[in-house]
């Protein structure tokens, strides 16, 4: 037998898994962010602020008309700021992730239209 033994080892010094290091993301991912939220507070918050949030409230065709296309704009920022990510990052998915709510805003907004010009004007006949 060997009279040379090794030392006992200690378990807390050993990790099983290495360090997370949490990833930053880049200045472009960042900005294209922001132009995402730009895009967002443009298509939905500038909208319900020139018809008001009360669906059942009246509004005329033009100002329907008008937030109806600062909504499409709204959508069409988000779009290029989706555009922007898939070309910094070069993943389709993150692009998708930020076209789908675009998608949806438009959608939300073909509602409030719908609803300002059908149930805006008050009962019928009156």
Known sequence: MSTHSAPPVRHEEQRALAPVRWSRPSTGTVVALGVWVVGLAVG???PALLLGFDPYQSAS????AIAMGVTALGALIMVFSAYLLYRKSGSIGAAILAFVPSFVLVVLGVL???TKLLYGE???GS
Request: net charge neutral; no cysteine; aromatic share 0%.
């Open 61 to 64: 065709g033009t100002q329907v």
């Open 44 to 46: 939905a918050l500038v």
């Open 112 to 114: 409030m239209a719908t």
């Open 122 to 124: 008050g009962p019928a």
